[in-house]
């Protein structure tokens, strides 16, 4: 199932999850992936919304307990780490 969508999350939906917003979105056009929207909430948010892959500090994970995808990143700063789990993210879903 190739991923369409993905948010995300944080507590409060504006600081922390708009840096990993963008840190997601220059992930992608580094590696010239198109076609998937990304935005973010708050995690009180997250029901409201239908996306394919969810992105969260691990602070935050078990709020996100019952989604199917989920990146739980260590350190929500890392572009790193976040296109590490990133990029597996997309492989594992295409291969699904």
Sequence with gaps: MKVRSIMCC???GVGSSFIV???VQDVLKKH???GIS???VSV???SMHQVDLFVVGSDLTA???DK???ITLDNIMSKEELET???AALEAAENE
């Design 68 to 70: 199917p995808r989920v």
């Design 85 to 87: 789990k990133l990029l």
């Design 21 to 23: 917003q963008i840190n």
């Design 38 to 40: 990304v935005d973010h």
């Design 63 to 65: 709020f996100l307990a």
């Design 44 to 46: 009180s948010e997250i």
């Design 10 to 12: 944080c507590g409060g």
């Design 32 to 34: 010239g992936i198109e």
